[in-house]
Every structure is written in C-alpha cells, then in structure tokens.
C-alpha cells in the first residue's frame, strides 16, 4: 500500500494565506478538490499536480511526498 | 458540496418524485390499460417524458458549463457511474421479465403496452442510477477508497 502526502494546507498560509478558493481558481479545479487533497482523501493526476507546485512557485517533490507504506 | 454532486442530488430527488408521479397517475387512471385505450392520457405521459428530461439536461448542462464547475476528481466520479447504471438496469429488465413471466404465463403474451412501459422505466432508473452512481462515487472518495 502506498500513500501520497501534501503540504498544500501548510503552503496556503505560507503564501499570504491563501484560500482554498484562490489556489482552485489558480489551478483550474473546484475548491472541493483542495479540501479533499488537503485532508488526503484525494491523490491529484500527474497534471494537477504540477500545476500546484507551479501556484506555489516550488518544485513538486516540496508539495507532495510519496510514502510507501510497510 | 462539489457542483456535480448537488446537481446528482437534484438529479436523484426530481427523478424520485418523476417517478412517483408517473406510477400514481397510472394507479389513478386504473391499471395498465387505460395507457392503451386512453390517447389523451398517453400523449400526457409522452409529453412528461420528453419534457421533464430536457428541461433537466438543459438546466444541468447550463449549470456545468460554467468555468470550474467540474474537474479531474468530478471527471473520475462521472466516469465510474455507469457501473452502478448497468447493473441497476440489469436488475431492473430481469425483474420485469419475472414479473410479466408469472403475470402472462398463462396467457401466452404479454401486452404490448409493456414494451412502452419497460423502456419508460429502464430510462428512469437509468437516469436515477447516475445520479446515485455520482453520489456514491463521491462517498467513496470521502472515504479515500
């Protein structure tokens, strides 16, 4: 089992606090999504997410960890 | 609530109330038959059938064009929904072949109002069924499945 962790929530305050609306808006996705990703109940597509990484002005591997479970 | 998941619960309660009326306007008209002999009343149930689907999908359509209305994960959702159709469909085309089986066995054939009434009905629950499909989808999500 594998799991893909975020540090999207963090990287929001980070970023002048930005809302969860904003950063859909920067991506393209609904603010649902953002919720979801952030409490790690969804794992974005390859696209998606590179274009957070990109709203953040940070490499992918800053905003999403993969850890393989044991 | 994700824009597609109101739109599936809307979807699921005006699809219910749809097909509440139509079975009690039946009920009230008598039974089967009056759709056979009564060509006002048939053109009544025509007229529903094609409206009130229409006006859905254009409302819906109007509601999911908008910028950011739907994305990858709604696009994931509506795109498992059609498992949950297919067999709500399957389920629903056996229990009329068991139905008109017992009902008509005797007879030896069924009346051909039920041609009408079988695909009125497996239109329904197949709409119904995307609507529970998409609601499901979004459950499971939730759930991180």
Do not use: H
Request: charged share 20%; with cysteine.
């Amino acid at each position: 089992m594998t799991k893909v962790k975020n540090r999207i929530r963090r990287l929001r305050f980070d970023n002048d606090e930005m809302t969860q609306q904003e950063l859909a808006n920067r991506v393209g996705c609904t603010r649902q999504t953002i919720i979801a990703l952030e409490q790690g109940k969804y794992v974005p597509s390859i696209t998606l997410a590179f274009q957070i990484a990109r709203a953040f002005g940070i490499a992918l591997e800053d905003v999403f960890q993969y850890e393989e479970a044991r | 609530m994700a824009p597609l998941q109101k739109r599936a619960l809307y979807g699921l309660g005006i699809g219910i109330v749809f097909a509440i009326a139509l079975i009690v306007v039946f009920i009230a008209k008598g039974d089967v038959t009056t759709f056979d002999e009564d060509l006002g009343f048939r053109l009544i149930v025509y007229a529903l059938w094609v409206g009130v689907p229409l006006a859905y999908l254009i409302v819906v359509n109007l509601t999911l064009r908008k910028p950011g209305q739907v994305d990858e994960r709604d696009r994931l959702i509506m795109g498992r929904a059609p498992k949950v159709q297919l067999l709500a469909v399957i389920f629903s085309l056996v229990a009329w072949v068991i139905v008109l089986t017992e009902l008509y066995w005797d007879k030896g054939q069924v009346p051909v109002v039920f041609l009408t009434l079988i695909m009125i009905s497996t239109l329904i629950i197949s709409t119904l069924a995307q609507s529970l499909g998409i609601l499901i989808g979004y459950w499971r999500v939730g759930r991180n499945d």
